[in-house]
């Protein structure tokens, strides 16, 4: 005599799987471009240049920016998470058998997406790449890696930015004062992707100022609440307007350094 597990069950245990691993995904979801439902066993992906306005007079002739369009490949491979069910233990147990085996092979078939991104990326022939200087993962090559995106165009504006380390590296940047202080993760300097100076809107001021004995001074974050001036009434709205008939600044900044707050007066 032998027992089968019947078809509904095998599609029952199927779609499971499918929802845990949609619903739970895997670390770098998220992170960069992917593709669903892939028909063939290549999928390739466009990279597209970027480009520059450029000034142009009533007689002038139209210049082209020229943007390049290149593909990169991605080849589909095959996988397989699988693991014996004892069709016999189900009343015998007081925990939910199916869908915790079904959780187990969602999760290690996000482990694998993961892992196949990491190595993708390890197989990369960049050359853009910061220097190690025989120490390990610093606040200082934050700021170098920062810069170089900057530098090419990536900012925070354009698009996410995501960082993937290692549990040493992490343990690294746990020791970074300038990242574990509240003079720096008040504001989120680092995580914001970096600081942009200070923008003058039209009725308002963004962004941050150095001063060598206060730190960082936050001089707004270039959303009010209205959309026109900072309320200042409280942390949630604040920081410098411009009267737009004189021109003149008032309102209040945020000191990190000092932790206090700096009534900014009416400056001309």
Known sequence: MSINVTNASIKEFDALVKQIYQAIGWILRGTMRTRMNVVGSQIRFTVQDKGIASEKAPQDDVVLMN????????TLKNFTAADLSDIFAQQEINFDEKRELATTIAMSI??????????AL?????????????????????????????????????????????????????????????????QQIVQSGGIDGVRVHATFLSGY?????????????????????????????????????????FGYAWGGGIEQWKDCGLWS
């Open 122 to 186: 390890d197989a990369s022939s960049t050359t853009s790449i910061i220097a190690d200087g025989g120490v390990g993962f610093t606040f200082d090559k934050i700021r170098e890696t920062i810069k170089f995106l900057h530098k090419n165009g990536i900012t925070r504006q354009s698009s996410d930015i995501h960082i993937a380390i290692s549990p040493e590296s992490e343990s690294d940047l746990l020791d970074e004062t300038k990242l574990t202080s509240t003079d720096f993760i008040r």
């Open 67 to 74: 943007i390049d369009y290149t593909n990169v490949e991605a």
């Open 209 to 249: 100022i150095w001063a060598e004995n206060v730190g960082w001074v936050n001089i707004g974050d270039g959303s009010p609440a209205n959309g026109i001036c900072y309320a200042n009434v409280d942390d949630t709205d604040f920081v410098v307007n411009i009267d737009p008939t004189t021109g003149d600044l």
């Open 110 to 119: 996000g482990r694998r997406s993961d892992q196949i991104s990491i190595d």
